[in-house]
C-alpha cells in the first residue's frame, strides 16, 4: 500500500493557461473522489468515481473543469483558462466500496498558484 | 448559515492537557460524522468515524455525536507536541451523495 500519489505537488501557471492534475489511488480502491482546498478553510467536495464512471459533480465543477478516469485507475483533473480564483490545493482520495464515501484516503494534494 | 460550522481558532494548549473540539451542523440528514487530523502541506487523515449518534474511543481519542442537539465532539486525552495539527470535522448523508462536508478546521498547537 503506497497510498495515493498526486502530481505535480507544486503548479504555478498564468491566469489563461490550462493545467492538469494526475492522481493515482490506492490499488485495490475502485472510487476516486476530487476536492479542492483554499487556505483556511475545509475540503469542498469537486467530482466522485466509481471505476471508470463519474457518477457526482459538484456545482463549483464549472465547464472549464474536467475529470477523467479512463481505465477505472489513475485519474486527471483539467482546468481550462485558468483564472486567479482557481488558485488552491487540489485533492484527490480514493476508497473501497466497502468503506463507501466515509474513510477516504487523501493524497497531499497539489499546490496551484495562478498569477 | 453553513451547513457545518468549525471554530477555526487557533487552538493552544500545554502537553498533557485533555483537548476538546466540537462542530455543529443544520441538515439532521447527515448520518455519517467523521473527524480527520492534517499536518501542514499534507491531505488530511481519518483519525474517527462515527454512523448516527455515540461515542467511540480510540486510543487517547473519544469522539461523540448528539444528533438531538447536532453537535459532535472529538476529545484529545493527554495530549502530545506530535498532535499539532489542523483537525477537521467531516459529515455525510446516508444514501444519495457521496459528498462529505467538511467544517472549516481548527488549528491545534500542544506546547511541550
Known amino acids: 500500500d503506497t497510498g495515493v500519489s498526486q502530481n505535480p505537488r507544486h503548479k504555478i501557471t498564468k491566469r489563461g493557461q490550462n493545467v492538469t492534475f494526475r492522481c493515482d489511488p490506492i490499488?485495490?480502491?475502485?472510487?476516486l473522489y476530487w476536492y479542492r482546498q483554499t487556505l483556511g478553510q475545509g475540503p469542498e467536495f469537486l467530482t466522485y468515481f466509481q471505476n471508470e464512471a463519474q457518477l457526482e459533480k459538484s456545482r463549483l465543477l464549472s465547464d472549464r473543469f474536467s475529470a477523467e478516469r479512463p481505465k477505472g485507475s489513475f485519474s486527471t483533473l483539467e482546468i481550462q483558462r485558468t483564472e486567479q480564483g482557481d488558485s488552491a490545493m487540489y485533492l484527490c482520495?480514493?476508497?473501497?466500496?466497502?468503506?463507501?464515501?466515509?474513510?477516504?484516503?487523501f493524497g497531499s494534494g497539489t499546490q496551484l498558484s495562478v498569477l | 448559515q453553513k451547513e457545518v460550522e468549525q471554530d477555526p481558532g487557533p487552538l493552544s494548549v500545554p502537553e498533557g492537557a485533555i483537548v476538546s473540539l466540537n462542530c455543529t451542523y443544520s441538515?439532521?440528514?447527515?448520518?455519517?460524522f467523521m473527524w480527520y487530523r492534517q499536518y501542514s502541506r499534507k491531505g488530511p487523515e481519518l483519525l474517527m468515524y462515527t454512523y448516527s449518534s455515540g461515542n467511540k474511543e480510540d486510543g487517547r481519542f473519544t469522539a461523540q455525536v448528539d444528533k438531538s442537539s447536532k453537535y459532535i465532539s472529538l476529545f484529545i486525552r493527554d495530549s502530545q507536541p506530535s498532535d499539532s495539527a489542523t483537525y477537521l470535522c467531516a459529515m455525510k448523508k446516508q444514501g444519495g451523495s457521496e459528498k462529505l462536508v467538511f467544517g472549516k478546521g481548527t488549528k491545534l498547537t500542544v506546547n511541550p
Open positions: 441538515n439532521s440528514a447527515f448520518q455519517y
Open positions: 490499488s485495490e480502491h475502485n472510487r
Open positions: 482520495a480514493s476508497s473501497t466500496a466497502k468503506n463507501r464515501g466515509e474513510k477516504l484516503f
